[in-house]
C-alpha cells in the first residue's frame, strides 16, 4: 500500500514477542527488498569526485524523509549534502533502483552530548518526492515510550561486510535474526558508552559469531515489522562478547515526527 505524502505512520510495542521474516551482514543470508521496502541505500560521491559507493544504510519514513545515522555525516567520506545521495527500491548494492538527491541533513541536537554516538540519528529531505512502489515503502516507527522484552528476536538489515577482518561489502542485500539484549547487561559489558537513547542486540556468548558489520549503520532494527532502532555501533563485528548497539527510536521519534513534518 502507498502512503500519503508527509505522513508517518507509528506503531505502538506489544509486549510480547512475535514472529519476524526467518531471515538470519556478518552471518546473515540473503534477503529482497520486496520484504523490506523501506530500506535505503545511503551513497556519497568519492572524493575524486568520480563515482557514487553505499557507504551505509537508512529507513525512508515517508515520502520526502529519510532517518541514518548522523555519524555518517561526521566521518571524512563526507564532503557535504551535494555528495550524498539515497538508492531506494533495490536489493543490489549500488545497482538498479531509483536514486534520489538530498537536500537538507538535520543532525539530533543531542548527538554526542552523553556517549561518543549517542542520539544517533539524522533526518535527510530528499531532492524531489518518493513514488511508492512495491519496493519502496515507508517504514512504521514506534512511538515514545514503547517498550521492547528481552530477548526479543529483532532482524537487522544491509549490505555492510560480511565479516571483520578481510571481509568486503555485501553484493545482495542482508538480512540477520538476533535477540534483544537487556540494557543492564549490556551496559555492564562495555561499561561505558550506553545510554537511555540506545538498544542493544545480538546473540551472546556462544559460537555464533553474527552482527551488523561495517557499512550497515544507519539500517534498520526491526522488531514486530516496525523500526524499534537504527544499527550505530558495536566492538568490532560478529563478537558474541559484546552487543551490538543501536539508536533507540521510541527515545527521538518526537524530534524525527517535528523535523520530518
Not at 548522523?70 to 571524512?76: C, G, L, P, R, Y
Not at 551535494?82 to 531506494?88: F, I, L, M, Q
Request: charged residues 15%.
Amino acid at each position: 500500500m502507498a502512503f500519503s505524502t508527509g505522513a508517518v505512520l507509528l506503531l505502538a510495542a506489544t509486549v510480547a514477542a512475535a514472529g519476524l521474516p526467518s531471515s538470519r551482514i556478518s552471518g546473515g543470508e540473503n534477503a529482497d527488498i520486496e520484504d523490506y521496502p523501506f530500506v535505503l541505500q545511503l551513497d556519497f560521491l568519492s572524493t575524486s569526485g568520480n563515482s557514487w559507493s553505499q557507504y551505509g544504510g537508512g529507513v525512508l519514513i515517508n515520502n520526502f524523509y529519510a532517518i541514518t545515522s548522523a555519524h555518517k555525516f561526521f566521518e571524512s567520506s563526507f564532503a557535504g549534502v551535494e555528495t550524498a545521495r539515497v538508492r531506494a527500491g533495490s536489493s543490489q548494492r549500488n545497482s538498479a533502483g531509483v536514486i534520489y538527491g538530498v537536500n537538507t541533513i538535520s543532525i539530533h541536537p543531542d548527538y554526542a552530548d552523553d556517549a561518543e554516538r549517542d542520539a544517533d540519528i539524522a533526518v535527510v529531505r530528499l531532492a524531489r518526492a518518493v513514488d511508492f512502489t512495491d519496493k519502496i515503502q515507508a517504514g512504521i516507527l514506534y512511538t515514545a515510550n514503547s517498550v521492547i522484552p528481552d530477548n526479543a528476536e529483532v532482524t537487522v538489515v544491509g549490505w555492510g561486510n560480511t565479516g571483520s577482518l578481510g571481509a568486503s561489502p555485501s553484493r545482495q542485500l542482508q538480512a540477520l535474526t538476533l535477540n534483544h539484549i537487556n540494557q543492564e547487561v549490556c551496559e555492564q559489558r562495555y561499561g561505558t558508552g550506553v545510554t537511555d537513547n540506545m538498544i542493544c542486540y545480538g546473540i551472546l556468548d556462544t559460537e555464533e559469531r553474527k552482527s551488523p558489520c561495517f557499512g550497515d549503520a544507519g539500517g534498520p532494527v526491526i522488531y514486530n515489522n516496525g523500526v524499534i532502532g537504527l544499527i550505530s555501533w558495536g566492538q568490532s563485528c560478529a563478537n558474541s562478547y559484546f552487543p551490538s548497539v543501536g539508536t533507540f527510536i521510541p527515545a527521538v521519534v518526537d524530534w524525527v515526527l517535528a523535523e520530518a513534518s
